[in-house]
């Protein structure tokens, strides 16, 4: 018999299965669940892109493109960023294509990151950043963010954090899972703290364009910033084409040109098919876009004021579509009100320790959902609430 304990890469055998899928599996297997786990958009893809998708088949315009990924595709995400964001990038050798933007953000890290080097994570963030920066032996340095502060990185959060050995600060704005955003005069603040050092910033802006009342800023935009900054983004959630598996990075050429490698050898290229479709994402769904924005802004209000009224303590997330609710009230880990949740009410949602320890005492909602399924889950949780309602109160 193999011994696969020790054939198996001790680095991946101390990695934790994801939180969120933990309790999505759990529901699946229930009958009669409201699951508001996974950040999965209700909305179809825009029939333009499913249409463009189709013609592409239909043209036998199948083989493999560029690693980089399409030329067109590239061109069109470049000038997308430029009149959407102001950002400036070059599509021949400082974009690349993905699968998804998970992939873009492994390449990043696995482009920069050496054994022993501390990559500061901003927390509660999502859950891929940690065990990557792991697999490439560097170290994780969570940044926890509070409540008061809305969950944005502080200047004073940040330089507190900094050592000789700091190489890039994960930075996940509009953040999942909090909702939290941070605006121009936030990322000021924080590029006041970077300038004068050699730490590169990963930035990933995968919600940008789901933001409430407030246009998104990239970090990338900020005087001296550009030059440092790592652009990940993709089409799962803005255009809902999370199957399509899709996303893309923008970097200076000397990093670009490094991740290209490792994607050339990993991956090859993205899929044909989702480029095709891609591109009529970026050129015609502006409105598509704001539609979907405007349908979760209602439901986001809807739940504000929902978990308010019941006594879970909830800020306004001004990005994303995630609530973050304090449930310390009910005197119960993150853990044991979402397992009990499930089990007592049928309702899925996510411990708030899943994306790091400063996310203990709350968990995540999202609000990808329809407004009928949500405000069905909204009256289980309040009874839910009102049977285990304790005198804790959620720290500010």
């Known amino acids: 018999m193999l011994n696969y304990d020790t054939l ?9 299965p994801s939180g969120i899928r933990k309790f999505f599996d759990l529901a699946a ?14 909305f179809q893809t825009p029939w333009t ?7 592409s088949l239909e043209r036998k315009r199948m083989v493999y493109t560029a690693n980089s990924g399409m030329a067109d595709l590239r061109k069109e995400i470049c000038h997308y960023l430029n009149r959407k964001y102001h950002l400036t990038y070059h599509p021949e050798n400082e974009t690349l294509v993905t699968v998804g933007g998970s992939e873009a953000i492994d390449l990043a890290i696995r482009a920069t990151v050496n054994p022993g080097d501390e990559v500061l994570i901003v927390e509660p963030s999502f859950v891929c950043y940690k065990p990557i920066v792991e697999l490439m032996h560097g170290v994780a340095v969570p940044i926890s963010t509070k409540l008061k502060n809305k969950f944005k990185l502080t200047p004073e959060e940040l330089r507190s954090h900094i050592t000789e050995r700091t190489k890039m600060l994960i930075l996940p704005y509009p953040n999942n899972p909090t ?17 004068d050092t050699n730490i590169l910033v990963l930035s990933d802006e995968i919600y940008s364009e789901l933001t409430y009342g407030r246009k998104h800023v990239s970090i990338a935009e900020i005087d001296g910033m550009w030059e440092r900054t790592i652009y990940v983004s993709g089409f799962s959630k803005a255009f809902a084409m999370t199957g399509w598996r899709l996303g893309y990075v923008c970097a200076p050429e000397p990093i670009a040109k490094q991740m290209l490698k490792i994607h050339q050898y990993a991956i090859m290229s993205a899929p044909t098919l989702s480029q095709y479709a891609a591109i009529v994402a970026l050129r015609e769904c502006d409105q ?3 539609k979907m924005v405007d349908e979760y802004n209602r439901r986001r209000r809807m739940l504000v004021d929902g978990f308010n009224r019941i006594g879970l303590t909830c800020f306004n997330p001004e990005g994303a579509f995630y609530m973050f609710p304090c449930i310390r009230s009910t005197g119960m880990t993150s853990e044991e009100f979402c397992e009990t949740l499930l089990q ?3 309702v899925a949602v996510v411990p708030g320790n899943a994306f790091g320890e400063s996310g203990e005492g709350f968990v ?3 609000y990808a959902y329809s407004l009928k399924h949500l405000q069905e889950a909204l009256v289980r949780i309040e009874r839910f609430v009102q049977r285990h309602q304790g005198e804790n109160q959620c720290e500010q």
């Open 179 to 195: 909702g939290g955003i941070m605006t121009r005069e936030d990322l000021e603040a924080i590029a006041e703290v970077l300038r």
């Open 49 to 55: 892109v499913r249409k463009a998708a189709v013609d």
């Open 344 to 346: 007592e009410e049928k």
């Open 364 to 366: 995540r909602v999202s």
């Open 288 to 290: 598509e876009v704001q």
């Open 8 to 16: 198996l890469s001790d680095q991946v055998k101390k990695m934790k």
């Open 29 to 42: 297997m229930m009958e009669g669940v409201i699951s508001l786990g996974v950040g999965e958009p209700d």
